[in-house]
């Protein structure tokens, strides 16, 4: 990667490839595990390649959310998906990039625990206005969902144990395939 294509934050061929590569990983992770309710991989893929790619994360993450679209169909289940997963980016983003290592499992396996157990909050708005439900109608939504968003927070939990190993070895690879 040449020092302009790092300063202007363009994405070259083999940044491209690399990325459709990895929010193709995100979706077929997806695939395998979807005989697990809420029990999948991408909380902790959306912080690795936040903390590992920043901003260009979203090239993976974006290719996952239209993969899934193209697979399962673009119906109004899907539209959500277009920014619940920038949600996690986002906050990550947020984060320091040095924390020492032993802050950083705390801190990523948290923030992945947060977003699952939010997920069905986050989720409400769009199904709010896609339906027509009220405020005690979207309620009632989030509350029926609790027992989902409690296996997807504890999953995420402990799947964001594995971001600080992937993040070391993902940037250790991208070093040896960018540059």
């Known amino acids: 990667m ?15 490839c690399i990325f459709a590569m990895l929010g193709a990983i995100m979706f077929a992770s997806k695939v395998i595990m979807e005989a697990l309710p809420n029990i999948h991989l991408l909380g902790m893929l959306t912080v690795t390649y936040t903390v590992v790619y920043r901003k260009k994360a979203l090239i993976p993450i974006y290719v996952y959310v239209m993969l899934n679209g193209l697979f399962a169909g673009f119906n109004l289940w899907w539209l959500p998906y277009t920014y619940i997963w920038t949600i996690l980016w986002g906050i990550t ?4 990039r ?9 801190v990523y396996s948290v923030i992945c625990a947060l977003h699952g157990f939010a997920f069905g909050t986050l989720y409400a708005p769009a199904q709010a206005l896609m339906f027509g439900l009220n405020f005690e109608q979207t309620v009632a939504w989030i509350i029926s969902g609790i ?8 999953s995420n939990l402990g799947l964001g144990f594995l ?17």
């Not at 040095?98 to 705390?106: C, L």
């Not at 027992?147 to 504890?154: K, M, Q």
């Not at 971001?163 to 540059?179: D, H, M």
């Open 2 to 16: 040449t020092k302009e294509n790092v300063r202007h934050g363009s994405v070259n061929v083999r940044e491209m």
């Open 93 to 96: 983003m947020l984060l320091p």
């Open 98 to 106: 040095n924390m020492p290592k032993k802050v950083a499992y705390i």
């Open 147 to 154: 027992p989902f968003d409690l296996i997807h927070g504890f």
């Open 163 to 179: 971001i600080v190993p992937l993040t070391e070895l993902l940037t250790r690879l991208s070093r040896k395939i960018i540059n």
